[in-house]
């Protein structure tokens, strides 16, 4: 089974595709109305530059998405800051969540509780893709906690072997990308509430 393939990576294969899907298609019809080679040869040129404007935008709008979600600062943050940085995201999600000791886990390095039910965390600031160790660690926390459900953390992405230990072990896998969305959410949510704050204040 192959790895599974990031989101940018995805859209980098697509664009490759359709530039060369442009390229052709230009030039066909290039050579079509001109009946030249010269004509073609413009219409790969053509196809080639627009399909690179629409990447360069692209590009641009997703590098400012990774600026606005802060990603950047968490890439720098040792293994304790992430999981308080982690506990601050969750509440701010409506979960009651606990960073437990930095010694002594038992595999969750958070306990999040909301209706009634408590998911073990096991938080990973890597800088590489994550292993099964860390599915093993917080499968393995769920009865000490007396948790319905565990889930892995990290600022990076996952090995395919612990993407296919979760998905028998019934754990969920949190990657960079999901973790992006995450903390675009809750940054829109404090702007919004201090936006609201401030419109209170000023009346």
Known sequence: ????????????EFFEALAGLAALSMAGLGFLITKSIYGGVVGVILGLTAVISIMRYISNKRAERLRKSGIAEIDKMDGVQFEQYLGHLFRSQGYKAEVTQAAGDYGADLVLSKDGKRIVVQAKRYSKNVGLKAVQEVRGAVSHYGASAAW??????????????????????????ELIEMLLQMREKMATAKKANNAKTSA
């Open 1 to 12: 089974m192959a790895r599974r393939k990031s989101k940018a990576k995805q859209e980098e």
């Open 152 to 177: 892995v953390v990290t600022n990076r992405d996952y090995t395919e072997q612990a993407y296919k230990l979760a998905k028998s072990n019934n754990v969920r896998l949190i990657g960079r990308e």
